[in-house]
């Protein structure tokens, strides 16, 4: 991995995880407008949205580790925008086994359980905005250039892997 794919990650990995949360953190101050105001299920809400927050980094960290170890490239690429190299395989193992973009999801997560630990509703507007934007970025950026560079083998996977959340597959169909 060169300079540039180093500086674009670090990069990401401060906008995502440490300005976006910083953010968060002072709308939810701004804008106190809570999910719930029972103690017992604030504290709830807190444990679920740790475990989404973990959940949330592990999907992040290891769908870009895929991406630079299988995929041999990067997730810097939004439509146009080449941040860094476009993967050169299709990846459709580990995380990608589960659904095709990990990393959105990942961010979702984070996002809903900071959005839990804050008991903020401002906080989760952030949240669906994000899950908004990964809609739209996979939907009209990363589908049709993975469509467009691995085809047959792209569909395929799509039609057995949910875009954000893992298909039901009924067995005895």
Do not use: W
């Not at 949360?21 to 604030?42: E, G, H, R, V």
């Not at 580790?65 to 490239?73: N, Q, S």
């Amino acid at each position: 991995m060169g300079f540039r794919e180093v500086f674009f990650y670090t990069a990401a990995v401060i906008g995502f995880f440490g300005a976006a949360p910083a953010f968060i953190y002072i709308l939810a101050q701004y804008c106190p407008y809570t999910l719930t105001d029972s103690n017992a299920l604030c504290k709830l809400l807190s444990a679920v949205g740790m475990l989404f927050m973990l959940l949330g980094v592990i999907f992040c960290l290891l769908s870009n580790i895929a991406l630079i170890k299988v995929g041999k490239g990067g997730a810097g690429v939004i439509g146009r925008i080449k941040l860094m190299k476009e993967t050169e395989h299709l990846v459709t193992t580990g995380v990608y086994a589960f659904c095709r973009n990990p990393m959105h999801l990942g961010l979702i997560l984070f996002y809903c359980g900071m959005a839990f630990v804050l008991n903020s509703l401002s906080a989760l507007l952030i949240a669906f905005l994000t899950f908004i934007f990964a809609y739209v970025t996979a939907l009209y950026c990363d589908e049709p250039r993975l469509k467009r560079d691995f085809k047959d083998e792209y569909t395929a996977y799509a039609r057995k892997v949910g875009r954000f959340l893992p298909k039901i597959h009924n067995k005895y169909k």
